[in-house]
């Protein structure tokens, strides 16, 4: 099989593995989130962060959830990691927000952050900080998850079907799973441009 065939199989592999309940549970938590006010923050790091950005986009104009993402303020996210260091840079951004138990944090990561490890500290940081103060955990991981699965209320482990390919997968099912969110129908509002728009 040549490598682009064996992505695609891989692809196909890992949709067919994921945990329709767990997903059918963040709709619900999500559903109850926005019915009570409260604010959806999407933590990332690399190209999750990239994915945070994106999602924050569709919850707020598909789903009309109220959401941010620390990543999208490169001044303070770049001020805060010189002056008190990287571990700190989401808990300190999420406490600024004044995080509460209305709120819920969605982590988008491939290893779902490990301290032992020093794998993206922050994510655990503002993990603990979302436990302390009772707010929702929702999460997108690979591998085993990390602490976002450690600690999280409704967390998507992406299957590993090849260990060569754990963060493309990884990063790759954050955006299909969160665009079935913002598709569903206890979750969307807004009708999105292409799919109302006359055919011609």
Not at 16 to 39: N, P, Y
Not at 75 to 94: I, K, Y
Not at 110 to 121: A, D, E, H, M, R
Not at 157 to 186: G, K, R
Request: some cysteine; charged content about 20%.
């Amino acid at each position: 099989m040549n490598p682009t065939s064996q992505f695609l199989r891989e692809v196909q592999d890992i949709a067919s593995k994921l945990d329709v309940a767990i997903i059918e549970t963040m709709v619900e938590k999500l559903a109850m989130l926005r019915d009570h006010g409260g604010r959806l923050f999407f933590l990332g790091v690399g190209g999750s962060a990239a994915n945070a950005s994106h999602a924050v986009n569709d919850f707020r104009k598909i789903a009309g959830i109220e959401c941010y993402a620390p990543t999208d303020n490169v001044s303070e996210l770049t001020a805060r990691t010189n002056d008190e260091g990287w571990a700190t840079t989401f808990s300190a951004w999420l406490e600024t927000s004044r995080l509460s138990d209305k709120d819920a944090i969605f982590v988008f990561s491939v290893g779902g952050g490990n301290l032992s490890k020093n794998i993206s500290p922050n994510l655990v940081e503002a993990l603990k900080l979302a436990r302390a103060r009772r707010a929702t955990v929702l999460g997108i991981v690979g591998r085993d998850g990390g602490y976002t699965a450690l600690v999280g209320d409704a967390v998507v482990i992406v299957p590993t079907v090849n260990p060569d390919h754990i963060t493309p997968h990884a990063e790759a099912f954050q955006a299909v799973i969160w665009h079935l969110l913002v598709s569903h129908p206890l979750l969307k509002k807004s009708q999105t441009k292409w799919e109302g728009a006359v055919p011609a």
